[in-house]
């Protein structure tokens, strides 16, 4: 499972940031619970007095979801579900995690996230944290659940906490990056005054960035494109733009400070 979630992150990285790892996750259990012999649990775990032995997986979520369904039903419920997971791996493994999922999409709309952080870099975290989780919790607790979603949430707010401290250091380096090559707003190079567009060119020319750094730059910093935009446009996450960006900018500032200095 580790294998699963660990591809799932790597997926998500370099395709689209609408991609949902919540998503797919759902429809691969979807798939298992509504084939032509769906998987099933016995259904007196999740309900006092079911209409038939065994119920397909998606049913036995539903009602464990359910508002009104018992603690003792659900712990019941949850202890079976993390012993297949255990005991007998694929695809009871998926099914654990795949039944966090409706709780997890409560839990996670109610999450304040940085805006430079994609929604899919976040439910990734959580079902990571999840599918660790399940090999380390003790079924025998009480409400093992609770231990599932308490990881999943140490996870998303340590990812959240983490990515405000960064945009912090962003923020603080950029301000650094744009004053550096404005110590007037112009630069001399050779006795003549440019203009930042010139800068970017001249550094192209010097291969301190290339030409998609240097159009990075100059379309976010000069132009003001947004970076969520062109992070789509791109098939990458926002944040990945970001360090892009923020490298490519740190490479220039280096050169331009040698500049100067050398003047």
């Excluded at 018992?70 to 493994?93: F, H």
């Excluded at 003790?138 to 990515?163: C, I, K, M, Q």
């Excluded at 003549?192 to 290339?210: F, K, P």
């Amino acid at each position: 499972m580790h294998h699963r979630h660990q591809t799932l992150r790597s997926s998500a990285r370099c395709q689209s940031p609408l991609r949902s790892p919540l998503t797919e996750l759902e429809q691969a259990f979807l798939s298992l619970a509504r084939r032509v012999e769906p998987l099933t649990l016995p259904a007196h775990l999740v309900c006092d007095e079911p209409d038939r032995a065994a119920w397909p997986v998606d049913r036995i979520r539903t009602h464990l979801a359910h508002p009104s369904t018992r603690a003792e039903l659900r712990e019941r419920t949850w202890r079976e579900v993390i012993r297949r997971a255990r005991d007998l791996g694929e695809p009871w493994d998926l099914v654990a995690v795949a039944m966090t999922v409706p709780v997890l999409r409560r839990m996670l709309a109610r999450l304040a996230r940085p805006a430079h952080l994609e929604r899919a870099e976040i439910e990734q975290e959580a079902l990571a944290a999840i599918a660790t989780a399940l090999h380390t919790v003790n079924p025998g607790t009480e409400r093992p659940d609770r231990e599932l979603f308490s990881a999943a949430d140490r996870a998303v707010h340590r990812l959240v906490y983490a990515e405000r401290r960064r945009a912090a250091r962003e923020t603080d380096q950029g301000a650094a990056h744009i004053e550096a090559p404005s110590t007037a707003s112009w630069l001399h190079v050779h006795d003549e005054t440019v203009d930042e567009l010139s800068v970017l060119a001249l550094a192209v020319q010097a291969g301190v960035v290339n030409v998609t750094e240097a159009r990075l730059i100059a379309r976010t910093r000069l132009d003001g494109e947004s970076m969520s935009r062109l992070a789509a446009e791109r098939g990458v996450s926002t944040r990945q733009l970001y360090r892009y960006r923020t490298a490519a900018e740190h490479h220039l500032t280096t050169h331009l400070q040698r500049r100067l200095k050398a003047q």
